[in-house]
């Protein structure tokens, strides 16, 4: 049963454009959300994370959103740039304390020059 | 600084071995976690160590097992391997066991079983 679900796995942008992630989530206990960057060969880089008593969190060209009540989240990232092509992966955690976060499947984010 | 290093980089195996995987977490950092990622999927959670303490587990069985020494470096141990424990091995270190401190990933032990 996928908890956290990310429906679209490749999105082409131009670069300077908006770039749109989503990510859908199925269970209301979940209270922290995160998002992070994958390059190939290397880990998952740590982006951006919004607790579940926010709808919105800022960190420079990235903005997460969260509608709790439609259980979906979104990551913006504004103005698109080559270097932001990456494997994106959402990930929710119910579990104050730990890092068992759930993550989605990934989104292969392309920004085209 | 040094970041998370893991090793080896790759891996091969054979159903019913046995096998550990290493990391050494980034300075300053008392947190160790290690997730699991198949082909085409996100990371899976396997535990969390705090201060040499399992304080963390997913839904994996006992055959995986874990270690943080004192210098908060980690082994991952998988007995009696099977087919499905072919996968990327991501070790994840944090200074803080809250769960929302920054976790830093390593780049990952690439594991094949045959």
């Known amino acids: 049963d996928q908890q956290v679900k990310q429906n679209s796995p490749s999105l082409s942008v131009q670069e300077g454009r908006i770039s749109i992630l989503n990510c859908d989530y199925t269970?209301?206990?979940?209270?922290?959300f995160l998002w992070y960057k994958k390059y190939p060969a290397e880990g998952p880089t740590f982006l951006i994370s919004?607790?579940?008593?926010?709808d919105k969190n800022e960190d420079g060209r990235f903005t997460v959103f969260l509608n709790k009540s439609a259980k979906h989240l979104s990551l913006h990232i504004v103005p698109s740039q080559p270097g932001d092509s990456a494997v994106y992966f959402c990930?929710?955690?119910?579990?104050?304390?730990?890092?068992?976060?759930?993550f989605g499947t990934g989104t292969r984010l392309k920004v085209l020059a | 600084e040094t970041g998370v290093t893991q090793s080896p980089t790759h891996l091969i195996k054979t159903r019913g071995q046995q096998v550990t995987l290493r990391c050494s977490s980034q300075?300053?950092?008392?947190?160790v976690s290690w997730y699991q990622q198949a082909l085409g999927q996100g990371p899976q959670f396997i535990f969390q160590?705090?201060?040499?303490?399992?304080?963390g587990r997913g839904n994996f069985p006992p055959r995986f097992s874990g270690l943080q020494f004192p210098n908060y470096s980690s082994e991952l141990n998988v007995n009696a391997l099977e087919l499905d424990d072919s996968a990327l091995y991501l070790c994840?270190?944090?200074?803080?066991?809250?769960?929302?401190?920054?976790?830093?990933f390593g780049p990952g032990t690439r594991l094949t079983v045959l």
């Open positions: 919004i607790s579940s008593i926010k």
């Open positions: 994840a270190s944090s200074s803080g066991g809250q769960g929302t401190d920054t976790q830093y």
């Open positions: 300075s300053g950092h008392n947190t």
């Open positions: 990930a929710a955690s119910a579990e104050a304390g730990t890092y068992k976060y759930i």
């Open positions: 160590y705090y201060r040499e303490e399992e304080n």
């Open positions: 269970n209301s206990m979940f209270d922290y």
